[in-house]
């Protein structure tokens, strides 16, 4: 089993700093502005040839009128739940505080390995000033900076030393990313999938602020889901948090082998939807579009398929992408959408052998060969799948500067009527005959 570290504590204390720290990025959220981590956040560290897990959670509080609170609160719980090491963040600033000692009480509850770590310790004064801390009865202290990095080697010895023998690695798997403009069910449709409540789900547009990572293993699955915060149209971007949720979410698409991307069946697709989509394509991404609430919809005859023929529509020219009406309230369709998404997967990943290529597609370069140009003939005589993360294909020929879009819509469109590339962006180029050495 695979070792996993929970970062806690209350808000404003360094957990997300740290979480940075151990894990060598950037993908927490660091504000000055207290809650700002609401969900939980994994990441990967590794220390001295160990490979560990990291979760980052959010504040814990108690007693506060935010909504948020309530929910971090059972974040809070399923991260203690899931880890085998716990490292309960305090701060040394602002001394032992009665919040410290309610976390403290919970903390000693649990059955856990755990870690009591004093944080902006970056002075000689702030050592002694840690001690203070020792009242909390929780053993040993651990007195870092995860702001410069100060104390965090001592730390991770420690973790390391307290590890669980078998150190399982996880191994490379699908990623399907849930992407989407804010409130449109991207968390809920995530929660249906696990079964459990993963990532806080409220009505409020843009709730979830980090990227959620989740492995599912169910009903012959294994992928990773990525659930995304909602992107929005940049100038409706106001808060510097929001601004870097949305940066999150762009790379989190470029991440991603396959985008489920959710959409409002009560607003239809909007142009902010469209953009979403052609960053999908511009990155060669798996596309699935699920309609979601669709039992809100008021039905008659073919409304489905004119819903369909719409969408498609606006998303000339690439419209070999399944679509698929969900409700995620209902749980209708959510696990064809799955299916779908491995399927779109395979797609992505399928190698065809050469002589299968020009066994089919030559006829039809052959049979119908780009206009002449300027009296000049235009002859393609051999194609074959280079190597790379997405469906690419040479097509060597004698003129290749000489053929226009039209024609290469042409191939494409072949291309997918004698393969399934269903969801799936393919790139083909057209290369000169002398130019196919360099490219073996």
């Known amino acids: ?5 929970a970062i806690v504590g209350r808000p404003n204390v360094g957990k997300s700093t740290l979480f940075n720290r151990l894990t060598e990025s950037r993908k927490a959220i660091v504000d000055e502005t207290a809650g700002v981590t609401r969900d939980r956040h994994y990441g990967k560290a590794d220390w001295i040839g ?23 609160r059972k974040q809070v719980q399923l991260a203690i739940d899931e880890a085998n090491v716990i490292l309960f963040v305090v701060d040394v600033a602002d001394g032992l505080t009665d919040l410290d000692k309610e976390v403290a009480n919970m903390l000693r509850r649990c059955k856990k ?6 944080n902006k310790v970056d ?12 009242a909390l009865g929780m053993g040993d202290i651990y007195p870092i900076s995860a702001m410069s990095g100060s104390g965090t080697g001592e730390l991770l010895d420690a973790m390391v030393a307290v590890f669980d023998p078998e150190d399982v690695e996880i191994p490379e798997l699908p990623r399907i990313a849930i992407i989407g403009q804010p409130n449109v069910g991207k968390s809920s449709l995530l929660n249906t999938l696990i079964g459990v409540e993963r990532a806080i789900v409220t009505p409020i547009a843009g709730t979830t602020r980090d990227t959620l990572y989740t492995r599912y293993q169910s009903f012959g699955f294994d992928f990773l889901l990525i659930d995304t915060a909602g992107l929005r149209k940049k100038r409706v971007v106001k808060e510097d948090i929001e601004f870097y949720s949305v940066m999150r979410s762009v790379r989190a698409i470029e991440e991603a082998d396959v985008c489920l991307m959710m959409l409002d069946a009560t607003k239809g697709i909007a142009a902010q939807d469209m953009n979403i989509f052609r960053l999908c394509e511009r990155n060669k991404k798996g596309v699935v579009i699920l309609v979601n609430k669709w039992d809100l919809m008021e039905k ?7 819903y369909e023929e719409t969408i498609r529509e606006k998303l000339s020219p690439f419209v070999d992408v399944p ?18 998404a491995i399927k779109v997967y395979n797609n992505k990943t399928t190698k065809i052998s050469t002589s299968k290529l020009n066994k089919i597609m030559l006829p039809y370069v052959q049979n119908y060969p780009p206009p002449a140009t300027k009296g000049k003939n235009i002859s393609i005589k051999y194609v074959t799948q280079l190597p790379g993360y997405a469906p690419t294909f040479a097509f060597f020929c004698n003129l290749p500067q000489y053929i226009g879009e039209s024609y290469k819509r042409f191939v494409e ?6 393969f399934d590339f269903s969801g ?17």
């Open 50 to 72: 160990r490979t560990f897990s990291v979760i980052d959670t959010g504040g814990y509080v108690t007693g506060s009128d935010d909504i948020f609170e309530g929910e971090i």
């Open 123 to 134: 002075s000689s004064k702030r050592i002694h000033e840690a001690n203070e801390f020792y």
């Open 323 to 340: 679509i698929i009406f969900t409700s995620t309230l209902t749980k209708q369709r959510v696990f064809k959408a799955l299916e779908t």
């Open 424 to 440: 799936i962006p393919i790139t083909l180029y057209f290369r000169n005959k002398e130019k196919e050495k360099e490219l073996e």
């Open 413 to 418: 469109n072949k291309m997918r009527e004698n």
């Open 300 to 306: 008659e005859t073919n409304t489905m398929k004119k």
């Open 1 to 5: 089993m695979a070792n996993i570290v």
């Open 113 to 118: 390995k755990l870690f009591l770590v004093t």
